[in-house]
């Protein structure tokens, strides 16, 4: 079946960049997403990139995805205290739901 | 993009009672599945919610425990029955429009049975 890798924890200083990284085993994987969780609160979907491209840019969120690896990653430039989480990496393919990795704890420290 | 309602947004329950949450998607979607997130663990998919017929789960989770409803492509109920302290967890609804879209979340259920 399908697995996503990832690392569980990453501690960065501010204003330095983060990348959190993830792997992937379905090579038919066509859509591939990063979401954020805070304490307590809910998935906040921060970026998504079809299979077909390999990097996608949004303000300070850099996405790689290397398909002939299966990797992916996020990198977050300038990062804030405020970007403190848990980064899920997911993917999916066809009509099937998602499927998460186990999350990546990202610490800021000041 | 859709935006998914779901409630109630927490709970806490008394073991051997049960607990149907709901969510409420304000456009029609295709596809719309539920998850349970155990506390300090990932999602795991419990089921997708199919319109108008039985539910597909996933290994080690059953109807009879989890029963779904989707009576049209806008709303979807997830029950938890005879709740135990071992279904405390965040339990979120998920929907997508097509193949090739986005998928969104509600901001998810904290179950806590006492």
């Known amino acids: 079946g399908e697995d996503v890798e990832q690392s569980l924890f990453l501690s960065v200083r501010e204003g330095d960049s983060s990348v959190i990284n993830c792997t992937y085993t379905d090579s038919s994987s066509t859509y591939l997403y990063w979401y954020k969780q805070e304490p307590g609160a809910g998935l906040q979907l921060l970026t998504y990139?079809?299979?077909?491209?390999d990097m996608k840019q949004d303000q300070r969120l850099t996405v790689l995805l290397n398909k002939k690896d299966k990797h992916l990653s996020l990198r977050i430039a300038d990062t804030q205290t405020g970007d403190s989480a848990i980064y899920f990496c997911a993917e999916t393919a066809g009509r099937r739901a998602l499927t998460f990795g186990s999350g990546t704890r990202l610490q800021v420290q000041p | 993009s859709a935006v998914i309602s779901q409630k109630p947004s927490r709970d806490i329950c008394q073991r051997g009672t049960s607990l149907t949450i709901q969510c409420q998607v304000d456009s029609q979607v295709t596809m719309m599945f539920w998850y349970r997130q155990q506390p300090g663990q990932s999602l795991t998919l419990i089921a997708t919610?199919?319109?108008?017929?039985?539910?597909?789960?996933e290994s080690g989770f059953v109807i009879d425990k989890f029963p779904i409803s989707r009576p049209n492509l806008t709303f979807s109920t997830l029950t938890v029955s005879n709740m135990s302290p071992e279904d405390s967890s965040i339990y979120l609804c998920?929907?997508?429009?097509?193949?090739?879209?986005?998928?969104?979340f509600g901001q998810g259920t904290r179950l806590t049975v006492v």
């Open positions: 919610a199919n319109q108008g017929s039985e539910a597909t789960y």
């Open positions: 990139i079809f299979s077909n491209m």
């Open positions: 998920s929907g997508r429009t097509d193949m090739n879209t986005e998928a969104f």
